[in-house]
């Protein structure tokens, strides 16, 4: 079993349709994660379900081989989930340094090595720490949000479309640090719009279509068959 598993995810918001259909996703230790596919598709439901943001209809959600199906979000953090959304993510009006703080809400021991760690990845952050979060570039901002989730220490590291409206050197510079996280040992699941680039770095690749699963299979593997990249990745 993997370190984290969804397995036949089925489920939708309140009592509204399903949006995933039996839906499977896993991500090992250490192991980037990658789920790409068209507007609509229920990428980033799919990344809430395992974050306990709808219910489950059907299904189960594994961590570690423990159950937290039925765990709530600020639970799965304290057992060692980080989720960093698309959009609000970050204290605009806080410094780059409170909003790190925030993360570290969970932790009860001293976090300097980890500001340390995060300043590390992020030097930008370092020579920003006293600006308000605000007055970053969204690339900044976005270093701002996964340093956030890294305070907590995650053992798996949740990014919905991290790399959204940022330009392509911001983007690879983002992916650059998603991999270094990686190397940690942290485990990396991360919903993509730009599919081409993510699936590059990705060990493992979903392809969801309507909230089931099209296609999965090893990065590279999704990068060369004909039929992911006539559909998904633009010839």
């Not at 079993?1 to 090992?28: K, P, R």
């Not at 980890?114 to 900044?140: H, W």
């Not at 479309?161 to 991999?179: K, Y």
């Amino acid at each position: 079993m993997s370190f984290l598993n969804g397995e036949n995810m089925t489920g939708g918001y309140g009592s509204g349709a399903d949006i995933l259909h039996g839906c499977n996703l896993s991500v090992d230790k250490g192991e980037i994660a990658v789920i790409v596919g068209p507007n609509g598709a229920g990428k980033s439901t799919a990344m809430k379900a395992v974050f306990g943001m709808l219910n489950l209809r059907e299904g189960s959600v594994t961590l570690d081989g423990q159950d937290i199906t039925k765990m709530s979000p600020q639970d799965r953090v304290v057992n060692g989930m980080g989720f960093v959304p698309q959009t609000s993510n970050i204290f605009p009006t806080m410094s780059v340094e409170e909003n790190l703080e925030m993360g570290a809400f969970i932790r009860t021991d001293d976090f300097a090595d980890t500001m340390t760690q995060v300043y590390d990845l992020f030097p930008i952050l370092k020579d920003k720490r006293n600006q308000n979060a605000g007055e970053l570039s969204g690339g900044q901002r976005q270093q701002v949000a996964v340093g956030r989730a890294l305070m907590t220490q995650p053992k798996v590291l949740m990014l919905d479309e991290p790399t959204a409206g940022v330009s392509p050197i911001v983007m690879d510079e983002l992916f650059d640090r998603i991999i270094e996280v990686a190397n940690t040992g942290i485990s990396i699941l991360m919903v993509e719009q730009n599919a081409r680039q993510a699936l590059e770095i990705a060990d493992k690749g979903y392809v969801l279509v309507q909230g089931a699963n099209r296609f999965t299979d090893t990065g590279k593997a999704l990068m060369a068959n004909p039929e992911v990249r006539k559909s998904f990745l633009g010839g």
